[in-house]
Each structure stands twice: as structure tokens, then as C-alpha cells.
């Protein structure tokens, strides 16, 4: 969508005060720990941009709360497996070869959006160290949810979406749907399920030099996640709202990885 078209989404420009208002409305509150999925042309024209929302995001939940969102970083992922575009099989080994390792203060995010990319670069924002899967995070139990994340099995158990878990957290959607569900991939994990094991390796800095590392991760399926996103809400209330132009959501995080646990164990 270009600019012209967020504009006639709107009345009104978006603006930090009114994103809070929206948020506060739906059940964001101080202190709260959210996990937040976004899409910034899905809320019409804001003053600001991405970083409007961020910082309206901060001003929401304040310091004592604490905001996560994916800054995942496709172009770690396996070459082999691309296919928008897929590269000639004769690059792959100079892709791995060549790609500059891992930081997390430096490399962009990608395929997560302007605000995420955005976010991650607030200079207290901090963010885990998977090369493939990290996160960002602001906020008073931003370092605990960060710390520790596993390069095997990156959205599993020692991962920041399990430490969300812990703190049985919140997610918000902001234009965005079960599509782009990310703690869903927690629940593959726990789902008594067949799944295949993929591998990859990417390149980190490791006592200031790179180094190639291997991991491991069991094989995600999105194909399903608005299905079930759609068969949780039946079941489970969800707070909605509008934010900007946006239909937004907001729901418990807990409740959502056991439904979907359960979900996924009797329809796959």
C-alpha cells in the first residue's frame, strides 16, 4: 500500500497519544509484558511512522512493563530452501561462505516489518543472540526474556517465547493476524506431533571473530496458523479494538500456546 492509500484510510493522522489511547482502550496496560506483531501501512497514515508506534508502545506499558518483538534475519537462513527469489544452486556455498556473521546491535531484521526493524534499534532495546530467530525487547524484564537463547531449536523451550510463556504474557496485533502468530511455533515444539529436523549454519561472533555455527530446528508449518487462530477465538474470547485504521487484537499468550497444543495434536 503507498502513501496516498494510508492516508485515505484515515480521518485523522495517526498520532503517539492516539495510538496509546487505542491500545490502553483494548487492555495494553502499565507493566504488562507484550509480545507485539505489526503492520504500519495496516494503521492508515501515522505522524511519525514506525517510530511513532514504538514509541507509543513504551509510552504504554512503561518501564516497569516490558515490549518484544520478532527481529528475525531470513538472510541466515538455509539459501537451499529460498524460493522468493530462489538463488542458482551455484551461489549457496558463496552465500555461506561470504554473508558477514551476526550482530545483534548491527544486523537488520528482515520480513518482520518497519516496526520491528525500528525498535530493535533503540539503543535500550536489547536483543538475543540467535542468528536466525532473535528477538528484541525494551523494558524491565527485557533482559531475562532475552538471555539464553538456544541456537538449537530456536523458538522452543530456550527461547524467548518460552520466557514469555513464564510470564504469561500478552500479544498484540496491530493490523496483523494468526497468520504471522509466532508463539504458535512454541506449540509445534510441545504438540505431540511428527515433525522433521532441519539444519543450518550461519555465521556469529564468537570472542571477537566469526565463527560458523550448526543448529538445529524442528520443521515449522504456517499453512495452518489462520485456522486455528480462527478455531481459538471461537472458543476464547479475544479484546479487539481499532487502532488507526487497524483491526487490532489483543490475548493471552499461555492460553493461546495450550489451545493450540492441543489443536495441532488432533488436526495434524
Not at 110 to 123: I, K, M, S
Request: a negative charge; proline letters at 6%; hydrophobic letters at 35%.
Amino acid at each position: 500500500m503507498g502513501e496516498r492509500g494510508t492516508v485515505e484510510r484515515v480521518a485523522d493522522p495517526v498520532t503517539v497519544s492516539s495510538i496509546v489511547d487505542a491500545v490502553r482502550e483494548i487492555g495494553l496496560s502499565e507493566s504488562d509484558t507484550v509480545l507485539v506483531h505489526s503492520s504500519l501501512s495496516a494503521l492508515g497514515w501515522v505522524s511519525g511512522g514506525a517510530q511513532a508506534v514504538v514509541e507509543a508502545l513504551r509510552t504504554a506499558v512503561t518501564p516497569s512493563g516490558t515490549v518484544v518483538m520478532p527481529a528475525f534475519t531470513a538472510q541466515y537462513s538455509n539459501p537451499a530452501t529460498w524460493s522468493n527469489p530462489p538463488v542458482p544452486d551455484d551461489w549457496e556455498s558463496t552465500i555461506r561462505e561470504t554473508r558477514p556473521a551476526f550482530r545483534p546491535v548491527v544486523t537488520p531484521s528482515r520480513g518482520v516489518g518497519a516496526v520491528p526493524e525500528c525498535f530493535r534499534g533503540y539503543p535500550d532495546t536489547v536483543r538475543s543472540h540467535h542468528p536466525e530467530f532473535s528477538f528484541a525487547a525494551w523494558g524491565v524484564a527485557a533482559e531475562e526474556i532475552t538471555a539464553g537463547h538456544s541456537f538449537d531449536n530456536g523458538l522452543g523451550e530456550h527461547s524467548p517465547l518460552a520466557r514469555l510463556y513464564d510470564r504469561d504474557a500478552d500479544v498484540l496485533f496491530l493490523g496483523t493476524d494468526h497468520s504471522t502468530n509466532t508463539s504458535l511455533h512454541l506449540a509445534e515444539y510441545r504438540a505431540d506431533i511428527s515433525t522433521e529436523r532441519t539444519s543450518n549454519v550461519a555465521p556469529v561472533i564468537k570472542d571477537g571473530e566469526r565463527h560458523r555455527i550448526e543448529y538445529e530446528n524442528i520443521e515449522t508449518n504456517t499453512a495452518d496458523f489462520s485456522e486455528l487462530g480462527t478455531a481459538f477465538e471461537r472458543q476464547i474470547d479475544c479484546a479487539t479494538g481499532a487502532v488507526g485504521a487497524a483491526e487490532s487484537k489483543l490475548l493471552n499468550q499461555r492460553e493461546m500456546v495450550d489451545f493450540a497444543v492441543d489443536w495441532f495434536e488432533t488436526n495434524r
